[in-house]
């Protein structure tokens, strides 16, 4: 079955600590989301990436890094710069609808969620 | 500017009652607009979606909305709760016109309980 995969489910921090959260997917999408969940407040965009190569900031990119070296991996590394970094993590991708205007529906992953030690 | 307001934070309802969840969105342009389902410490699923063909949208799990641009809303509706109904549900309106992917504007939720 395609699909999105996010390891590991749980995930702990130490201070001054860099981790690495994994999102795979098989679906042969072009696009690639990185979500942040907090309770009460939706999901929030951390970074987006519609090629390989290439990746652009959303809303919450501070403390946070991606890369996007092949189109299925879009891992996201949570620095020792954000200092509030427990949180539900969503990775989705799409295809693209150019020309149209109108957005694909994004498919995700069952998130990773991220504590402090 | 966009934006997306779930009107009710949480919704309750009995088994095999109706359901209704409200949303209001505002769009510089002709939107996009989705309904996602969320259960505990999972993902989202796509409900619905609708791009600007019939105003009334039929989703999965007998869900479905309606599209009215006069009251710019998009309420999510289902005639008769089951109790695997319950989860959280985010409404979505995509961006501008155009221009990247990156764009869409999630609610902050509104969580169904469903009572025996």
């Known amino acids: 079955d395609g699909g999105i995969t996010q390891s590991p489910k749980y995930l702990f921090r130490k201070e001054g600590q860099n981790v690495t959260l994994s999102c795979e997917q098989n679906?042969?999408?072009?696009?690639m989301y990185w979500y942040r969940q907090d309770p009460g407040q939706g999901l929030r965009l951390i970074y987006y990436?519609?090629?390989?190569?290439?990746?652009q900031k959303g809303d919450i990119a501070e403390g946070y890094s991606v890369s996007r070296e092949k189109k299925e991996s879009f891992p996201l590394t949570v620095t020792s710069a954000q200092k509030n970094p427990t949180a539900f993590y969503l990775c989705?991708?799409?295809?693209?609808?150019f020309g149209t205007g109108f957005r694909q529906p994004q498919h995700f992953g069952d998130g990773t969620r991220l504590s402090i030690l | 500017a966009q934006s997306v307001t779930q009107l009710d934070s949480h919704v309750s309802v009995s088994e095999g009652t109706p359901v209704l969840l409200r949303c209001n969105y505002s769009?510089?342009?002709?939107?996009?607009l989705f309904w996602y389902v969320q259960h505990p410490n999972k993902g989202l699923q796509l409900l619905l979606k609708?791009?600007?063909?019939?105003?009334l949208v039929k989703g999965i799990n007998g869900f479905e909305a309606e599209f009215k641009k006069s009251e710019t809303s998009f309420h999510l509706t289902k005639p008769s709760a089951h109790m695997s109904d319950a989860a959280e549900y985010f409404c979505?309106?995509?961006?501008?016109?155009?221009?990247?992917?990156?764009?869409?504007?999630f609610g902050k939720g509104t969580k169904l309980s469903v009572k025996p």
């Open positions: 989705a991708s799409s295809t693209i609808g």
């Open positions: 679906l042969n999408h072009d696009a």
């Open positions: 990436s519609q090629i390989v190569n290439d990746f």
């Open positions: 769009s510089s342009y002709s939107p996009s």
């Open positions: 609708y791009t600007s063909a019939a105003t």
């Open positions: 979505v309106v995509s961006a501008a016109y155009g221009g990247s992917q990156g764009n869409l504007i």
